[in-house]
């Protein structure tokens, strides 16, 4: 109100306000491209995923699976030089079907045992 009741023309304030509504655009547009470049940067900077060969694939997945422990379960074993280790002509192929299972002991089983036979390949539970 007091500014309405000074000197200044009202052309004069129609002008000093468009300036003003410049300004703030251009600050504004600054702003946004230094976001821009920090955003590019950004993606610039980050390694690209590395494309695997089928090969590498194959090396990684065999790696991940003798880490986990997969044929401890799931490959029949042999007594070696430093106890139980898997047989690797026979990997993965779990419980031989040509051999028979040991005898069960139902009384533990019904105790809530689980059972699983020495090279782990078969297991029974109260499943
Ligand atoms: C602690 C023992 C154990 C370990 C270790 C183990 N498994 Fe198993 N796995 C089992 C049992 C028990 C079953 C169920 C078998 C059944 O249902 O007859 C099974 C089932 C599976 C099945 C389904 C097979 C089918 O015919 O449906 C796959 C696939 C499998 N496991 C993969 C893996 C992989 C891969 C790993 C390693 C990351 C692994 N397992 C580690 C015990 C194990």
């Known amino acids: 109100m007091k500014l309405l009741k ?3 023309s009202p052309q004069t304030i129609a002008t000093h306000i468009c300036m003003f509504a410049l300004m703030v655009y251009i600050l504004n547009s600054c ?3 230094k976001e821009k470049n920090i955003e590019k940067d950004f993606i610039a900077q980050t390694p690209k995923a ?3 060969s089928k090969k590498e694939y194959e090396d990684r997945g ?3 699976v003798e880490i986990i422990g997969c044929h401890d379960c799931h490959s029949p074993k042999k007594i070696g030089a430093k106890g139980p280790e898997a047989i ?3 990997a993965f192929s779990g419980y031989q079907a ?3 299972l040991p005898e069960l002991n139902k009384e533990t089983l019904e105790k ?3 059972l699983m036979n020495s090279d ?3 297991f029974i539970g109260p499943w």
Do not use: C, D, Q
Request: glycine residues 4%.
């Open 6 to 8: 000074s000197n200044l």
């Open 31 to 33: 702003e946004e491209k």
């Open 50 to 52: 590395k494309k695997f």
């Open 62 to 64: 065999k790696y991940l």
């Open 88 to 90: 690797s002509e026979l």
């Open 98 to 100: 040509n051999k028979n």
């Open 112 to 114: 809530g045992w689980m």
């Open 120 to 122: 782990l390949t078969a």
